[in-house]
């Protein structure tokens, strides 16, 4: 990858981290120039008492990590196919060869520096990219997330749940029962508690519908931003009914919810897990 393929965002990242760490530097050099003009003034030790709440370099580092992936996870993504940092791809800093505290230090740190630039940390991720293989894995996290949802596997470890028993349909809509939103009680007040585990599905749900072209994909995305309102939501009340697209719905119970999919919907999502669920099975018992 030459500096051409360096995305701007990154470049200027690049520009940024060189002159946050070069101001630190003189900050701190003033500083000590200032205290030790001081010590000499009064003949003895004197401090200034000037404090610079600033970041270290390994900190100013490990920020631009972070940075980069945000913007890797935006420009390395593929449609149905997210990318998604690993944290062991971080290069590992040497605290050594990063910070100045005196001349010598300050000449290894000059040299060490460029290494962790945000630029280079960029090429590592862009390395890794690979929408067949993101496809893959984003299509493997779905099929769990909803095999879970219904049962099919344990929630604790990715194997056969042997007392599954499929979802029932009840007036033409196939109920998940036991959906992950809840009544949560406090001290003085009850709020709406919406599990990790439901937002998953609903993702999952989402993903699958799209991945499929389905008619009826709306309900997924809807789902999904009804449970993110309903996590912020302040109070509860149960037996609250919630209408989604295609006549799906989400009923509230203190101790879980119960949620109607259209039977078209989860036959789409059932068909979704078949066709991924071996490779979950597998990738987990190799694990």
């Not at 120039?33 to 401090?47: K, P, Q």
């Not at 390395?76 to 990318?83: D, N, T, Y």
């Not at 997924?220 to 509860?236: D, I, T, W």
């Not at 078209?264 to 990738?283: C, G, K, Q, R, Y």
Request: proline content about 5%; aromatic content about 8%; charged content about 25%.
């Amino acid at each position: 990858m030459t500096n051409d393929d360096i995305p701007a965002e990154i470049a200027e990242l690049d520009a940024l981290y060189e002159s946050q760490l070069r101001l630190h530097d003189e900050l701190e050099a003033r500083i000590e120039a200032f205290e030790s003009d001081l010590r000499r003034a009064v003949r003895g030790y004197a401090s200034s008492q000037i404090r610079l709440n600033t970041p270290s370099a390994r900190q100013v580092i490990e920020a631009n990590f972070e940075r980069v992936e945000t913007i890797a996870c935006r420009l390395l993504s593929a449609p149905l196919a997210p990318f998604v940092c690993q944290h062991g791809w971080r290069p590992e800093i040497d605290h050594h060869r990063v910070e100045a505290w005196d001349e010598a230090s300050n000449a290894r740190a000059q040299k060490g520096r460029p290494a962790y630039k945000p630029s280079v940390y960029w090429k590592i991720l862009a390395a890794k990219a690979d929408p067949v293989t993101q496809k893959a894995t984003a299509s493997r996290g779905a099929a769990r997330a909803l095999a879970r949802g219904i049962g099919l596997i344990t929630a604790w470890r990715d194997g056969r749940n042997p007392a599954f028993q499929p979802p029932k349909v009840v007036r033409g809509f196939v109920l998940i029962d036991d959906f992950r939103v809840s009544e949560r009680s406090g001290f003085s007040s009850r709020d709406t508690y919406v599990c990790e585990s439901a937002h998953e599905f609903a993702g999952a749900l989402d993903y699958a519908l799209k991945e499929t072209g389905s008619d009826m994909v709306s309900v997924g995305s809807v789902l999904v931003s009804l449970l993110r309102e309903l996590s912020m939501r302040s109070g509860f009340q149960s037996r609250e009914k919630f209408e989604l697209p295609h006549g799906a719905s989400l009923v509230t119970f203190k101790q879980a919810s119960k949620l109607y999919l259209p039977k078209p919907v989860a036959d789409t999502m059932n068909l979704f897990i078949s066709e991924h669920l071996a490779d979950v099975l597998s990738l987990e018992a190799a694990a």
